[in-house]
């Protein structure tokens, strides 16, 4: 063989020999500082800051988070800010809130390691604060509404939102009030998170406000996810705009969906010779028009699918779409003038402490039963004063 042949592939051996251990020789340092800087990182915070860091550069947010953490229960105040602002990204605020108070509760974390502006956003109250006033109707409180919020992003949209409503030609006609705001721990309420679903609380630990609310309906304004009505409560989303609002307010007066409701809320909803506002069932139209003292040239009956899952056929009595079937339009002037009927005879309206009589039921609660059903007896709920009488 070519000796130099032999000399060029001995060459080469050794060249690949020399890469490959210098590659292995670059690398095990690597991995020893690695597990050095973990080791260090279960004692001295500096150590967990710098592979919080490292992790978030790479985009491993679960791992970032937890040596955040780490470095927060070690101490590091900025390093607990950064905790909660990375886990509100990667989970939301309540799990953010949920942590932050088990760590409290244990005294992992000082309080004063927590700044009331940190408490505020996650919502871990110190006491239930009126962090917004009441607003009192120039023509009386025919229908009366308790704000409740969990965090201050629900106490600054609830700012913006009552404002909005004193400003609305409609809504500030309209005699309703709104008592000052009225603050619950996030911890506590647990509203969920989840932009496709309603929004679901535990309205339990409303209990004793509502024992001694002079109000008859609910406006908690909390949590993320779709808004919704039901049994005394309109449940909005933190970031809620006024036209939602408006939407879900309609549904107090018996206003309902003109889109495709659900099978369940269509077999609720569409019973013949139920009379809503805004929706006739069927086609008892002279019905309609003698509980709403109105004529027939004041309605124009349109077909809507809130019925078409069942057998019946529905129809709006105005003929455009309106904020009943996408909340962000108009509140037609008819609408208006049947929900400043509606709120004439508020005892029609079901009160929000039936429900909790209901809920009361359901755990055997029978002294709390018997409070709420005589508050919304007292409201002069019929359906209440029937359940009392038996």
Known sequence: MNPKLVFKRVLKSRFIGFFAFVLLTSCQPNTDSQAELIQRALHEPAAAMQLANQRLATAQYNEALYWFRQAALLGNNAALEH???????????????????????????????????QRAILGLWAEHQPLVSGFKHAQGCQLTLQPVISQQLGADTWQRLLQQWQQDRQLSQLPVCFLSVYTVNSTELACTENSDSLIQCQYNVLNSLVAKGTFS?????????KAGYNNGIVQLPDNASLALLRHEFMHILGFVDEYQLAARNAQQVCQPGVIYPNVIIGNDVTGYLQQWQLTREDITLT?????????????RVVSQANVMRFYELELPDLYFQLAKKAIAQPEQLMPVQYYFAYLARQQQNWPQWQQFMQQASAMGYADATQALAL
Not at 217 to 225: D, E, K, S
């Open 83 to 117: 905790a909660l602002q990375l886990q509100q990204r990667v989970q939301g605020r309540l799990a953010s809130a949920q942590w932050l108070q088990q760590q409290l509760d244990a005294n992992a974390i000082a309080i004063s390691a927590v700044s009331d502006a």
């Open 217 to 225: 309906q609910l406006l908690v304004i909390a949590g993320r996810g």
């Open 303 to 315: 077909a809507v699918d809130s019925c078409q899952v069942t057998p019946l056929q529905a129809y």
